[in-house]
């Protein structure tokens, strides 16, 4: 990749490109987010999160103007892209207000005598690789509890959404924070191993896909770098029994159809219990045939393109060789004719383990359908993925639901809802899934100095 380039998936149409960073230039940002660490680092946790709860203004602020950005960007309707801009602030604002008590000092009672006590403390310069499909929520997820910790950031975002990137670069500039604690980069593979392997440089984050998290691990693991990974996910959404159905199938496909279905938190594997199986797969066929796409920059499209043709084309991809080897489409399985990577929500059954979408992560607006004979049957499936990260149990019987969920090998699980993001939980997953916490009092555990300060006697 020679330049970040914005084009608007809408149309097709190339917007700006952006040239990578020199090397001249990496080495410039990775002195001043050192210098800028020696100076953060000593500033009163309040003067810090001064500076984040005046970025948690100026997202307000921005708000429409950045909303539209990212519509154009990558393709969220505007009103979804104002829900991000909402829920970024929401992040900005907790970590300003309960980051000094998750920094306080831990008091340790210790035989022998003395005072023991735990100080976290920051650790330095840190390396965030952001992905396309939230362009600000990734980053404050990341960014947020750090910059309140006291460490600084390099940021390479993802290739299509550059513009979004220097948006976010200007808000923290503009808040006030110093010069060299939080810089934008353009890099490429190359330039990526070559940060995580300076000496000044103290960890890494990536939100990704399995084969980028795997390439930064290994290149941090070999120079002993902390890491943070959150990858893919194949959320499976599990149906017990229900006393509205219809409630169950709108929470479903909305669960499926969030950011035209390009979330790694998205139901994607749907196991119903046999009983229900017919009337679920019925309503929602139904539901996924009515949705139409529209211009994301309208105020009333609820479902826009997908992020890139490519994106588009591997999707459909992935449903024909279903097709192909005997799945069952019940609606959809085909990009919209026009210029925008638009493909048709779509939904499969009779998917069996030789079937890509069978083990895959499917990354758009396509669903599997999967019948299930015992609550026992439904474990098995929903824990045979490879991926960890989340997952829904909806039942009649909370405590039915509590149980199942118990037996789910993922980092979360939600009962009688669909994943739900905020800046006080903790996210993140297990198996292919990735590795680490984000959000709530875990997002200032990961990046952090644990000093132990002993007194003896």
């Not at 949705?291 to 994106?311: H, M, N, V, Y």
């Not at 990735?434 to 007194?455: A, P, W």
Request: glycine share 10%; hydrophobic share 40%; aromatic share 8%.
């Amino acid at each position: 990749m020679t330049a970040y380039k914005s084009v608007n998936p809408a149309t097709g149409e190339t917007e700006k490109e952006f040239p990578l960073a020199t090397k001249e230039e990496v080495g410039t940002a990775l002195a001043a987010a050192q210098q800028a660490f020696l100076e953060w680092r000593k500033a009163p946790v309040g003067e810090r999160t001064k500076v984040i709860a005046r970025v948690a203004k100026l997202y307000r602020e921005r708000q429409d103007e950045l909303a539209r950005l990212i519509a154009k960007e990558m393709g969220k309707p505007v009103v979804e892209a104002r829900g991000e801009v909402k829920l970024v602030a929401s992040i900005y604002d907790y970590y300003a207000t309960e980051g000094p008590e998750f920094l306080k000092d831990e008091p340790l009672e210790v035989k022998g005598g003395g005072d023991a006590l735990v100080r976290s403390t920051p650790i330095g310069p840190l390396l965030g690789i952001m992905p396309w499909n939230y362009p600000y929520y990734q980053v404050a997820r990341f960014a947020a509890p750090n910059l309140v910790l006291g460490n600084t950031i390099l940021l390479k975002h993802a290739g299509s959404c550059p513009q979004s990137a220097l948006a976010i670069e200007a808000i923290f500039h503009d808040a006030g924070l110093p010069k060299g604690a939080y810089t934008n980069l353009f890099l490429d593979n190359d330039q990526v191993a070559e940060i995580i392997a300076d000496s000044r440089v103290q960890g890494v984050s990536l939100t990704g896909s399995e084969r980028a998290g795997a390439a930064v691990a290994e290149v941090a693991g070999r120079n002993l770098k902390k890491y943070v990974l959150e990858l893919g996910g194949s959320d499976p959404f599990i149906v017990l029994d229900s006393d509205d159905l219809d409630a169950t199938v709108k929470a479903a496909v909305g669960g499926r159809m969030g950011n035209a279905g390009q979330a790694c938190t998205a139901s994607k594997r749907f196991i119903v219990l046999e009983d229900l199986y017919e009337p679920f797969v019925e309503k929602f066929t139904e539901r996924m045939a009515r949705i139409k796409p529209g211009d994301p920059q309208q105020e009333d499209t609820r479902f826009g393109p997908l992020s890139s043709q490519s994106a588009a084309d591997g999707l459909v991809e992935q449903i024909q060789d279903a097709v192909d080897k005997g799945a069952t489409l019940r609606t959809g399985g085909h990009k919209v004719d026009g210029p925008g990577a638009y493909v048709e929500p779509t939904v499969l059954t009779d998917v069996t383990p030789e079937m890509r979408a069978f083990s895959e992560e499917l990354f758009g607006p396509a669903a599997v359908i999967y019948k299930v004979a015992s609550v026992e049957e439904a474990i098995d499936l929903a824990n045979g993925s490879p991926y960890g990260l989340g997952g829904s149990v909806f039942s009649a019987d909370p405590a039915k639901a509590q149980e199942v969920a118990d037996q789910l090998d993922t980092g979360m699980v939600f009962i009688n809802s669909v994943a739900q993001t905020q800046a006080d939980m903790p996210f993140g997953g297990v198996k292919r899934s990735g590795v680490g916490r984000e959000l709530g009092r875990f997002g200032m555990d990961e990046f952090v100095n644990k000093k132990l300060i002993r007194t003896p006697r």
